[in-house]
């Protein structure tokens, strides 16, 4: 055998030797990536992602993630029904909602909200068609026998696998800025706590916690809040949260 086919079959070992480690690093990384590596912001947007999470998507969706009786949900709910009442929808006709109060005996006793009916709303917002998806993945009251497994399995019928890896690894997995826990372990109740998540072929952002402080609506009915909301439609908590709404949904598209 000549010095160079000598050379050259050492080079080629070579080649493949790397090319398996590289192989193998890849795979092992996939299978072990430890969503603690990641950290999260509560109570702000958080681009997850470059690319649609949704396979073969050619629209912007925006799930609400929460339960039934959440004062981080019912609160953030009016950020959606005024998004949905400033685009197409009379939320206070046809049965879209029906008016809640958060569980007792929890932080934030009674945040006034409402509960979306629909399992889907559709708008035109922007040029393009948006579509909202309010998801409850509990019932109204946490008890001790609460548990995170049942709030993923639930949110794992509802959403697609894409989104739904990344609410896991969000709430379950990313530790809280600040903090040394994830989010699902925050309150007395641990449960997959709730969150916002916007996707579109432009990518992906999560919000992770109120999308308005549930401090605003204190003392309030969620009639009186729909009375505010007619009697000064910029009322301002509100506002901002639709404003940020309309943001992330128009840097998905």
Excluded at 41 to 53: F, M, R
């Amino acid at each position: 055998m000549s010095q160079k086919e000598h050379y050259n079959k050492k080079l080629l070992a070579f080649f493949i030797a790397f090319f398996i480690v590289i192989t193998f690093l890849a795979v092992y990384g996939a299978e072990h990536y430890n969503g603690h590596d990641e950290t999260v912001e509560l109570e702000q947007y958080c681009k997850i992602s470059d690319n649609d999470l949704v396979k073969d998507n050619t629209s912007t969706c925006l799930y609400y993630i929460t339960w039934d009786g959440s004062p981080t949900g019912n609160a953030g709910s009016w950020a959606l029904y005024e998004f949905l009442n400033d685009h197409g929808y009379n939320m206070d006709k046809n049965g879209y909602v029906k008016t809640s109060q958060s569980m007792d005996n929890f932080e934030y006793n009674s945040t006034p909200g409402v509960i979306f009916n629909n399992s889907t709303y559709t708008v035109d917002y922007s040029g393009h068609t948006t579509i909202i998806k309010p998801i409850y993945i509990y019932g109204e009251n946490l008890t001790n026998n609460t548990t995170i497994a049942a709030g993923l399995q639930k949110l794992k019928g509802d959403v697609p696998s894409g989104v739904y890896n990344e609410v896991k690894i969000y709430t379950t997995e990313a530790i809280v800025d600040g903090l040394s826990i994830p989010s699902d372990n925050i309150s007395q109740y641990h449960h997959i706590n709730s969150v916002t998540l916007i996707n579109g072929p432009a990518g992906a952002y999560i919000f992770n916690g109120y999308l308005i402080n549930p401090t605003n609506f204190e003392h309030e009915t969620p009639h009186q809040v729909i009375t505010d909301l007619r009697d000064n439609p910029s009322y301002k908590p509100v506002g901002d949260a639709v404003k940020g709404l309309e943001t992330y949904i128009k840097d998905s598209d």
